[in-house]
């Protein structure tokens, strides 16, 4: 095995000597004896490098109120919306509206040829009127009845047969009055009135088209567009708090359409459903708009803000600061040596990207707000705010990172329990 490792060593050293001159051959074998002795020398140990300080944004926490608000997205209803649907039949002979027209309540919205429906008033009538005068006749004859058998003139039989002709005379008349009343009603039917103000949606049927009594077809769609309703639903967690609210008073709402911010408009919170979805952990809430401006249209989806009560005094950050991993949401905070440290914290969502911190940070904390992708504890940095302005320059942990600061604010890879 010797003699082959030799064997071995020799060939190689012939194909260097094949390669190489000689003299360069002894200068490189010279080199690396050199670095060899180097390391020797220096008792085996690697140099240590410095850290290389990583580029993060911070700001100082700080107390200050804070209105306590909660977010969401809903769907704009109408005040009121009414299928229009026909109660008799008919031929429809006028149609007096047009699509999208706003309309007041009593408004001609449709006519149904009333020409049955007059006849079998006026053929109601005329039985009402004969069956009056029978029954005036039979009551005279009860009266005059009434005095011959007091005086044994007529038997009394013939009595109770006259009392008997006025009651059932008495009974036609009410039932004709209120086959009158029916009369009357479908003929008022055939007239469609606006059961509410609003705006009509398209007209199904045009002028000519026949119509069944209690048709299922919809002739058209009136929704109040002023006031608005917006339903929405949030988390269970925040029931309690707005039911204290909503007990004290009016709580007030802002929504505007999605995409169009500016359009804002303020009402208030005037439902709160009687159950939580078991489904989603929500529960329903429902705000009332004057609308006057008409800014929410019914099936838009808007943002809504519920204005809740004052924080006091409260701790609050960027949302760009918390951070999640397996130990819950933890921050990154500078310490006096300028090095990153972990440190867990409770925080909840307030208004915007805002979050107030109920426990880990004291005022005047430095929490790293941008950067996080390169940090791990221990590790040096160098702050900047989000302006690029040096850290010791007034801030607060509220100020948001802008998109001149370092990437990664979300995404650490180094933060402990990453998900």
Same mark, same amino acid.
């Given at each position: ?7 071995? =060593? +020799? ?11 000689? @003299? ?30 990583? *580029? ?59 020409? @049955? ?33 007091? =005086?044994?003139?007529? +038997?009394? $039989?013939?009595?109770? =047969? ?25 003929? $008022? ?6 059961? #509410? ?13 026949? #119509? ?7 002739? /058209? ?22 039911? !204290?609210?909503?007990?004290?008073? *009016? ?10 911010? &500016?359009? +804002? ?32 249209? *019914? ?12 924080? *006091? ?23 006096? $040596? ?6 867990? #914290?409770?925080? &909840? ?23 996080? /992708? ?10 900047? &705010? ?22 990664? !604010?979300?995404?650490? +890879? ?6």
């Amino acid at each position: 095995m010797a003699v082959q490792q030799k064997h071995q =060593q +020799s060939r190689a050293y012939m194909v260097l000597l094949h390669i190489f001159p000689r @003299p360069v051959l002894a200068a490189l074998c010279a080199g690396v004896m050199a670095v060899l002795l180097s390391a020797c020398g220096d008792g085996g140990k690697e140099t240590a490098r410095p850290e290389r300080a990583a *580029p993060v944004v911070t700001a100082k926490v700080a107390r200050r109120d804070v209105p306590r608000t909660l977010n969401a997205v809903g769907t704009v209803q109408p005040a009121a919306s009414v299928a229009v649907k026909p109660q008799v039949g008919g031929q429809i002979v006028e149609v007096p509206v047009s699509s999208g027209q706003d309309v007041i309540k009593d408004q001609v919205l449709f006519r149904i040829d009333p020409r @049955p429906y007059e006849a079998a008033v006026r053929e109601v009538e005329a039985r009402l009127l004969r069956n009056q005068v029978l029954l005036k006749k039979a009551e005279e004859d009860q009266a005059r009845f009434s005095r011959l058998v007091r =005086q044994d003139a007529i +038997s009394r $039989e013939q009595y109770d =047969q006259a009392v008997a002709n006025a009651n059932s005379q008495r009974a036609l008349v009410i039932q004709d009055q209120a086959t009158l009343a029916s009369a009357k009603l479908q003929l $008022e039917y055939a007239t469609i009135k606006a059961p #509410v103000s609003g705006r009509i949606g398209e007209v199904f049927l045009d002028l000519g088209n026949v #119509v069944k009594a209690n048709d299922d077809r919809t002739l /058209l769609v009136i929704n109040t567009l002023a006031p608005a309703k917006i339903g929405f639903a949030v988390p269970e967690r925040y029931l309690p708090e707005v039911m !204290a609210q909503f007990r004290q008073g *009016p709580i007030a709402v802002v929504a505007a359409p999605e995409g169009f911010t &500016r359009f +804002s408009s303020t009402g208030r919170l005037t439902s709160i459903d009687n159950a939580v979805d078991a489904t989603t952990g929500t529960i329903k809430l429902e705000a009332t708009f004057d609308n006057k401006d008409l800014t929410l249209w *019914p099936g838009q989806f808007a943002r809504v803000t519920v204005d809740l009560a004052t924080m *006091p005094d409260a701790l609050v950050i960027n949302a760009s600061a918390v951070l999640e991993g397996i130990i819950g949401q933890y921050v990154y905070i500078v310490d006096a $040596e300028g090095k990153a440290q972990v440190r867990p #914290v409770k925080a &909840r969502f307030v208004t915007g990207d805002e979050m107030m911190v109920e426990e880990g940070l004291n005022a005047g904390d430095r929490v790293v707000l941008d950067g996080q /992708l390169n940090l791990a504890a221990g590790i040096p940095v160098v702050e900047r &705010r989000a302006d690029g302005s040096p850290a010791n320059a007034p801030s607060d942990a509220n100020t948001p990172s802008d998109a001149n600061t370092p990437s990664g !604010a979300n995404t650490p +890879s180094g933060g402990p329990g990453q998900k």
